[in-house]
């Protein structure tokens, strides 16, 4: 019997680049004739700016078991909310494991995924290196093995696998995924604008729209907050802004970057490690970790220099943009995706091969 893929999903219905790609997944999968489904933490739970009708299953199992990793002020209410789900939630939606099914964990909730269902046959499918060390930190402080029923890893950038390669076991898979750059068409006219998105570095974005303005130095540019908007309005304001200042975070690829770039913004700030694989002084201006002063400095020389000769930097930005579309598009993250599965399924007894 072929195997069933359970793409284990949190309950987060804000705006989040890697929930949408799990739905991505599953999405392209189905397509392809595979079992698949996306699995989130309880009944009634749909990310709502997915535009596709994916199946949606639940469980309960993983927030059970995580009772016992959270406060002791915590667990009644957390345990109510449980009970409430379990009493309400459509029985015919819930999960009920069979030797068939293989879960799909994100990194972020492999402590939960391995303490919940040890021995099922499992997926580690890594957004964020960080994070996965820090469930493998997690994992090695509770006692439990990282490896457990593990029968694949697939990470989504160069520091996802060399993270994998450090952990040890199983070679990984690489498979590029793709935002949805559909909205964010190359403007080659831009208006004197600065964008920026605070929430990974709020204290420091503060500090930054502050000292460009104060210093006075970035002549009539106005800098816009980006933060809590619609992802059509997002695109708005990259596509009318000629500098973006990257804010990002311990990420493994950075979508604003990515998203910035691919709407021709010149790109100034931090990489957040990940993106070096595409953010590099050939795509724009890459800051040292922690130098805010740089940074600022930075943004005031490149509206200098544009004012003055704007040549390097419109071919900078185009070229940033061809680099971003050509590495993280949908057709080569579908064919990457299903490229894997097929060699992970040929491994998996009762596969599809």
Excluded at 5 to 17: D, E, K, Q, R, V
Excluded at 33 to 39: K, S
Excluded at 157 to 176: I, M, N
Aim: aromatic residues 10%; contains cysteine; proline residues 6%.
């Amino acid at each position: 019997m072929a195997p069933r893929y359970l793409f284990i999903c949190p309950n987060l219905t804000a705006p989040s680049g890697g929930i949408a790609v799990l739905y991505d997944c599953v999405s392209i999968l189905r397509q392809a004739g595979y079992d698949a489904f996306v699995v989130h933490e309880g009944p009634g739970i749909r990310y709502p700016l997915y535009p596709e009708d994916v199946p949606i299953l639940y469980t309960l199992k993983t927030r059970q078991n995580r009772i016992g990793r959270i406060g002791m002020r915590a667990r009644p209410g957390y345990g109510a909310a449980i009970l409430r789900d379990r009493i309400t939630g459509a029985k015919d939606r819930m999960v009920h494991l069979t030797e068939r099914d293989v879960l799909v964990a994100p990194e972020f909730m492999l402590t939960d995924v391995i303490d919940s269902f040890p021995g099922q046959p499992k997926i580690v499918l890594s957004q964020n290196s960080f994070a996965y060390l820090d469930s493998v930190y997690t994992l090695n402080r509770f006692g439990l093995d990282c490896d457990d029923g593990v029968i694949a890893n697939i990470g989504i950038s160069r520091s996802c696998l060399e993270a994998f390669d450090l952990v040890g076991g199983r070679a990984p898979h690489y498979v590029p995924v793709s935002p949805n750059l559909s909205l964010f068409d190359f403007r080659e006219t831009k208006s004197a604008k600065i964008a920026y998105m605070p929430r990974k570095r709020p204290e420091e974005a503060v500090l930054i729209d502050r000292a460009l303005r104060q210093r006075g130095r970035i002549g009539q540019f106005d800098l816009c907050r980006i933060d809590g908007m619609p992802q059509p309005e997002v695109a708005a304001h990259l596509g009318d802004s000629l500098i973006f200042i990257s804010l990002m975070k311990a990420e493994a690829l950075g979508f604003p970057a990515i998203e910035a770039m691919a709407s021709g913004c010149i790109v100034v700030g931090y990489t957040g490690f990940g993106t070096e694989e595409y953010f590099d002084e050939t795509t724009g201006f890459p800051i040292t970790e922690g130098d805010t002063a740089g940074l600022v400095k930075t943004v005031e020389a490149v509206v200098a220099e544009y004012a003055a000769d704007p040549t390097r930097l419109d071919a900078m930005r185009r070229r940033a943009s061809e680099v971003v579309r050509t590495r993280y598009n949908p057709q080569r993250f579908r064919q990457a995706l299903l490229k894997t599965w097929d060699a992970i399924s040929s491994n998996t007894q009762g596969g599809q091969g």
